[in-house]
């Protein structure tokens, strides 16, 4: 059986992590949680509710953090990754049908929400913007290109290994994986808002955009 290999990054997430990480440890071998230096006992609270957990010495942003936590899941011998927020904005019990098609010899797996009345109008906005300039600039018609819950083989990952630190690296994944020409797919699953003023923020989406544009200009 291929060893699957959750990567969670978190950052003042004390209050709701350990029930994250008790429901996916349901799905998967292994749990790794990335602490971005944060000023709570995250850290503490992800190694009692049985993760692999290690703290980065300052803070780095969510894509520094989870691009840590799958190179530990590649050290590790995963065979699957499965990258999910730490504040319960996925629902670990959707894992299985994100590692299916995995076996079905898919190289990634996007996660794509319904951009429904769950989903902050704002937010709503901004997620269709990004992915329709994700669309146009690398030609992969990938309709949630914002969700942080995604699949892949750990070959996929070396392949589409991001740079970017912080939330630009789900765009740059997506960019990635259309330059990559890998097999993907996608899997329909819920929109969860947990709270509602997190999350990149319009500032992040202005940085994204001209990333993307970097990417499409001088990485293709």
């Avoid at 429901?23 to 749990?31: G, I, L, N, R, W």
């Avoid at 520094?64 to 319960?88: H, K, M, P, Q």
């Avoid at 789900?170 to 993907?184: C, D, G, L, P, Q």
Wanted: net charge positive; proline share 3%; aromatic share 10%.
């Amino acid at each position: 059986m291929p060893k699957t290999i959750a990567a969670i990054p978190a950052y003042n997430e004390s209050s709701r992590i350990r029930l994250v990480i008790q429901k996916v440890k349901k799905y998967v071998d292994e749990v790794i949680v990335v602490d971005d230096h944060s000023r709570d006992n995250t850290l503490q609270v992800a190694k009692e509710a049985g993760a692999i957990a290690v703290r980065l010495v300052t803070n780095m942003g969510a894509g520094f953090a989870t691009r840590t936590a799958c190179d530990i899941a590649v050290e590790r011998g995963a065979n699957f990754i499965v990258t999910l927020d730490s504040d319960g904005q996925h629902d670990p019990a959707e894992i299985p049908q994100m590692i299916k098609p995995l076996n079905k010899g898919y190289d990634v797996v996007f996660g794509c929400r319904p951009r429904d009345q769950n989903m902050p109008a704002v937010k709503r906005l901004g997620n269709w913007g990004l992915t329709i300039i994700s669309k146009l600039l690398f030609g992969i018609n990938v309709n949630d290109s914002q969700s942080g819950f995604r699949a892949f083989t750990s070959d996929a990952f070396k392949r589409i290994r991001w740079e970017s630190d912080r939330y630009g690296m789900v765009s740059e994944f997506v960019s990635n994986t259309a330059k990559a020409r890998i097999r993907w797919c996608e899997v329909s699953i819920k929109t969860i808002y947990n709270d509602k003023k997190w999350g990149m923020r319009k500032r992040d989406a202005l940085r994204a955009v001209i990333a993307m544009l970097k990417w499409r200009l001088f990485k293709w």
